[in-house]
């Protein structure tokens, strides 16, 4: 920690100050002590408040604890279980029917819908690529993904393969037919574009035909050497490039050279789970970026094939209707911010008894004021059209930590001078104790709710954590493929609908975790629009593009009509999370078992703690790249805890697997120069030690998050340097 400076009675790193009063409060309308009073005066109300909601967390979790001692698994006692919740206040009573009243918001939370990034905000370049996701190419994405086979004549190459070339026209070509397509014919046929009479015309060899729905096409523009037509269908766009003289145009019968689509409609730029941010030095870069993105002046400067590139937020694209007039589409993802949750402090802000402040105070206060600078805009390049702050509010149990968290926003827009209801809401339904009374959690956060989102990840971890003594766990795979998940994720939908979200606020789902397999994501995430989701999240731009196909095969908006009457799934579905008969289980797949998580959890956690990378591509065991986060790590973790508890595993055998696993992990990383071996240092290794407290302490974490040990041993290592 550096030194602290008294602000209002609250003790500040230095840092924290330099940031807020030399950057963030210039051009803010807010004055230095209007900010620190309104801080301060937010550890006064809430800081007692959140120490008493995750004494509540700790205390429930005992009972239940005891519960599952003295009654073993849930299976045949559904329930004595729903009236032993109700009893101590995990369940509440269910508020009557209602619909939210959030008011106006921006149309990419209301009214269309897409894909949807999450990105480290941490990382510039990162948060600037995300940002400008809103358009990708869809040439790119077939091109460069396994979307297409590689093989033979297919294989991409060191440059452009023509063949490969003419595989993604066809694929486009199709896309294009299905979901814009011409009075006869096919767009694979169409020898150029050109637009008359307000009119979209193609040429054929059998003469000039239009788009079978006319109105399809929305506007264009012409350039010097390319012309671009812009085509709408779901409320999604897409460009057609036209440009013969373009080395890829002028290979293509009608010298498209691109077809880019209206990809990532939001962004959460992430301060928490994808973020390594311990201390003062760590979260003055985190805001410093929000605020630059906010303002948009943010740019990065890196090298990249030799070239220097600085890379900035993208401009919004202007067009000409078919009948002349200009208009202007927005060139960037809706940026939404996600803050902490309530379990962690933060050492950069301490009150006058020298305690840490709840590092989520801190976050509201910081996250919004940046917002002010885009909030004050009156045109120019804006984020928020509807003048809104779109605030992601992670690992929430119940509806009195929903309603907590709206009070803080109320706090924050009073010191702040805005308007009530300003701060908009997501809620992470990501806790059981969040899915049990989702109605309720809704209820509390009425007025601000923008959206409800799934975390199956963090959903499952603390499913396992929640129920610990319930009894062994299956294997991961058996328990994605168990029925609580199917009724938690359908109940997340039904219950959005009938408090009325559907054309007001966005149901989510959660993440496809292989950035490498876009074609079986491709076969697979359809269903997720299809269930009546208006956002999901992907890996990386690229899947943001393919993704977007999906919301042009799939009419959410019809989808969650559908599905509106449906029935709800019940509570005993929600709680069915299996036991498995671990004498079933042969010793040869506990013990592949116990390595791939051993080997995730060394893989992700020798990131965080030795160069605080909160979020990446980690090798698995077989050497699958997947996005690992805390929330993954969370499962792992708890998985190895739950075994340990119930005798499955042994702690010998634990860290003989860990021992061994250390080796396998400096083998997938022995090409970065900046990576420090665990095999071998296994005393002095800090990302080592940390991995095993995780698995092995896993039962005694506040409701096996990781976020205390990981804090703690990254401090431990920044300290060391």
Same mark, same amino acid.
């Given at each position: 920690?550096?030194?602290?400076?008294?602000?209002?009675?609250?003790?500040?790193?230095?840092?924290?100050?330099?940031?807020?009063?030399?950057?963030?409060?210039?051009?803010?309308?807010?004055?230095?002590?209007?900010?620190?009073?309104?801080?301060?005066?937010?550890?006064?109300?809430?800081? #007692?408040?959140n120490?008493?909601?995750?004494?509540?967390?700790?205390?429930?979790?005992?009972?239940?604890d005891?519960?599952?001692?003295?009654?073993? /698994?849930?299976?045949?006692?559904?329930?004595?279980?729903?009236?032993?919740?109700?009893?101590? !206040?995990?369940?509440?009573?269910?508020? #009557?029917?209602?619909e939210?009243?959030?008011?106006?918001?921006?149309?990419?939370?209301?009214?269309?819908?897409?894909?949807?990034?999450?990105?480290?905000? @941490?990382?510039?370049?990162?948060?600037?690529?995300?940002?400008?996701a809103?358009?990708?190419?869809?040439? %790119?994405?077939?091109?460069?993904?396994?979307?297409?086979?590689s093989?033979?004549?297919?294989?991409?190459?060191?440059?452009?393969?023509?063949?490969?070339?003419?595989?993604?026209?066809?694929?486009? @070509?199709?896309?294009?037919?299905?979901?814009?397509?011409?009075?006869?014919?096919?767009?694979?046929?169409?020898?150029?574009?050109?637009?008359? %009479?307000?009119?979209?015309?193609?040429?054929?060899?059998?003469?000039?035909?239009?788009?079978?729905?006319?109105?399809?096409?929305?506007?264009?523009?012409?350039?010097?050497?390319?012309?671009?037509?812009?085509?709408?269908? &779901?409320?999604?766009?897409?460009?057609?490039?036209?440009?013969? @003289? &373009?080395?890829?145009?002028?290979?293509?019968?009608?010298?498209?050279? %691109?077809?880019?689509?209206?990809?990532?409609?939001?962004? $959460?730029?992430?301060?928490e789970?994808?973020?390594?941010?311990?201390?003062?030095?760590?979260?003055?870069?985190?805001?410093?970026?929000?605020? !630059?993105?906010?303002?948009?002046?943010?740019?990065?400067?890196?090298?990249?094939g030799?070239?220097?590139?600085?890379?900035?937020?993208?401009?919004?694209?202007?067009?000409?209707?078919?009948?002349?007039?200009?208009?202007?589409?927005?060139?960037?993802?809706?940026?939404?911010?996600?803050?902490?949750?309530?379990?962690?402090?933060?050492?950069?802000?301490?009150?006058?008894?020298?305690?840490e402040?709840?590092?989520?105070?801190?976050?509201?206060?910081?996250?919004?004021?940046?917002?002010l600078?885009?909030?004050?805009?009156?045109?120019?390049?804006?984020?928020?059209?509807?003048?809104?702050?779109?605030?992601?509010?992670?690992?929430? &149990?119940?509806?009195?930590?929903?309603?907590?968290?709206?009070?803080?926003?109320? /706090?924050?827009?009073?010191?702040?001078?805005?308007?009530?209801?300003?701060?908009?809401?997501?809620?992470?339904?990501?806790?059981?104790?969040?899915?049990?009374?989702?109605?309720?959690?809704?209820?509390?956060?009425?007025?601000?709710?923008?959206?409800?989102?799934?975390?199956?990840?963090?959903?499952?971890?603390?499913? $396992?954590?929640?129920?610990?003594?319930?009894?062994?766990?299956?294997?991961?795979?058996?328990?994605?493929?168990?029925?609580?998940?199917?009724?938690?994720?359908d109940?997340?939908?039904?219950? !959005?609908?009938?408090?009325?979200?559907?054309?007001?606020?966005?149901?989510g789902?959660?993440?496809?975790?292989?950035?490498e397999?876009?074609?079986?994501?491709?076969? @697979?995430?359809?269903?997720q629009?299809?269930?009546g989701?208006?956002?999901?999240?992907?890996?990386?731009?690229?899947?943001?593009?393919?993704?977007?196909?999906?919301?042009?095969?799939?009419?959410?908006?019809?989808?969650?009509?559908?599905? &509106?009457?449906?029935?709800?799934?019940?509570?005993?579905?929600?709680?069915?999370?299996?036991?498995?008969?671990?004498?079933?289980?042969?010793?040869?797949?506990?013990?592949?078992?116990?390595?791939?998580?051993?080997?995730?959890?060394? !893989?992700?956690?020798?990131?965080?703690?030795?160069?605080?990378?909160?979020c990446?591509?980690?090798?698995?065991?077989?050497?699958?790249?997947?996005?690992?986060?805390?929330?993954?790590?969370?499962?792992s973790?708890?998985?190895?805890s739950?075994?340990?508890?119930?005798?499955?595993?042994?702690?010998?055998?634990?860290?003989?697997?860990f021992?061994?696993?250390?080796?396998?992990?400096?083998?997938?990383?022995?090409?970065?120069?900046?990576?420090q071996?665990?095999?071998?240092?296994?005393?002095?290794?800090?990302?080592?030690?940390?991995?095993?407290?995780? /698995?092995?302490?896993?039962?005694?974490?506040?409701?096996?998050?990781?976020?205390? $040990?990981?804090?703690?041993?990254?401090?431990e290592?920044? /300290?060391?340097?």
């Open positions: 920690m550096g030194q602290s400076v008294d602000r209002m009675g609250l003790l500040v790193d230095q840092q924290l100050v330099d940031f807020i009063e030399n950057e963030a409060l210039p051009d803010s309308g807010v004055a230095a002590d209007r900010f620190w009073g309104g801080l301060a005066g937010m550890v006064t109300q809430f800081a #007692d408040q120490r008493r909601l995750l004494a509540t967390r700790d205390s429930l979790q005992v009972r239940i005891d519960w599952h001692k003295t009654h073993g /698994a849930i299976a045949g006692q559904e329930i004595e279980y729903q009236e032993f919740l109700r009893q101590i !206040g995990y369940l509440v009573d269910e508020p #009557d029917d209602f939210i009243e959030p008011g106006p918001m921006d149309p990419e939370i209301s009214t269309i819908c897409g894909p949807q990034l999450v990105v480290p905000v @941490s990382n510039a370049r990162y948060a600037l690529n995300a940002a400008n809103r358009w990708g190419s869809l040439y %790119d994405a077939f091109y460069g993904t396994d979307v297409i086979s093989d033979g004549d297919l294989a991409p190459g060191a440059k452009y393969n023509p063949t490969r070339g003419a595989a993604v026209f066809l694929e486009v @070509s199709k896309f294009l037919d299905e979901h814009f397509p011409l009075a006869t014919g096919s767009h694979g046929h169409v020898m150029g574009y050109r637009v008359e %009479d307000q009119r979209l015309l193609c040429k054929t060899r059998d003469g000039e035909v239009g788009l079978k729905e006319p109105g399809q096409f929305v506007g264009y523009r012409n350039e010097e050497k390319r012309d671009v037509f812009v085509l709408r269908h &779901h409320g999604l766009h897409v460009e057609l490039v036209s440009d013969p @003289s &373009h080395p890829v145009g002028a290979t293509h019968p009608a010298s498209l050279a %691109d077809v880019v689509l209206e990809s990532a409609l939001t962004t $959460i730029q992430d301060c789970d994808s973020v390594a941010a311990v201390d003062a030095e760590d979260k003055v870069g985190v805001y410093r970026n929000w605020l !630059g993105l906010m303002t948009g002046t943010l740019k990065d400067t890196f090298e990249k030799g070239k220097t590139i600085t890379r900035e937020l993208a401009p919004d694209r202007r067009y000409s209707s078919p009948r002349g007039a200009g208009f202007a589409l927005k060139g960037r993802s809706l940026l939404l911010v996600r803050n902490v949750g309530h379990l962690m402090t933060t050492p950069m802000v301490k009150d006058a008894q020298g305690r402040v709840g590092e989520g105070l801190v976050d509201a206060a910081v996250t919004v004021l940046c917002a600078h885009d909030l004050n805009k009156s045109a120019g390049m804006r984020n928020s059209t509807a003048g809104r702050v779109y605030v992601v509010k992670p690992k929430m &149990h119940g509806p009195e930590e929903v309603r907590f968290a709206c009070d803080i926003f109320g /706090a924050v827009e009073e010191f702040l001078g805005l308007e009530p209801n300003t701060i908009k809401i997501g809620i992470m339904d990501e806790e059981r104790r969040t899915s049990a009374n989702l109605k309720a959690c809704i209820h509390a956060a009425r007025f601000r709710l923008f959206f409800i989102n799934t975390g199956f990840l963090d959903r499952t971890g603390d499913e $396992i954590h929640t129920s610990m003594w319930a009894g062994p766990v299956p294997p991961k795979a058996e328990i994605k493929s168990a029925d609580w998940i199917t009724a938690y994720e109940r997340n939908v039904m219950i !959005g609908l009938g408090c009325g979200l559907s054309g007001v606020a966005q149901i789902k959660g993440m496809w975790a292989m950035p397999e876009m074609k079986a994501m491709l076969e @697979s995430k359809g269903g629009p299809n269930q989701a208006n956002c999901a999240w992907v890996p990386s731009p690229t899947a943001a593009t393919l993704h977007a196909i999906h919301y042009h095969q799939v009419d959410v908006f019809a989808a969650q009509k559908r599905r &509106h009457n449906e029935e709800t799934p019940g509570l005993d579905r929600l709680f069915s999370m299996p036991v498995a008969n671990t004498s079933e289980l042969a010793a040869d797949a506990i013990a592949k078992e116990l390595e791939n998580n051993a080997q995730g959890i060394l !893989g992700y956690v020798v990131r965080w703690i030795d160069q605080g990378v909160g990446s591509k980690v090798p698995d065991i077989h050497d699958v790249g997947l996005m690992e986060d805390r929330a993954t790590l969370r499962i973790s708890q998985h190895i739950n075994w340990l508890a119930h005798g499955v595993i042994s702690r010998a055998q634990v860290d003989e697997t021992q061994r696993m250390a080796a396998v992990v400096d083998k997938q990383n022995e090409g970065d120069p900046l990576y071996p665990m095999a071998g240092h296994f005393e002095t290794s800090i990302a080592y030690k940390a991995a095993v407290e995780l /698995a092995v302490e896993g039962v005694s974490q506040p409701s096996g998050y990781t976020e205390p $040990i990981l804090h703690r041993r990254r401090a290592h920044k /300290a060391a340097r």
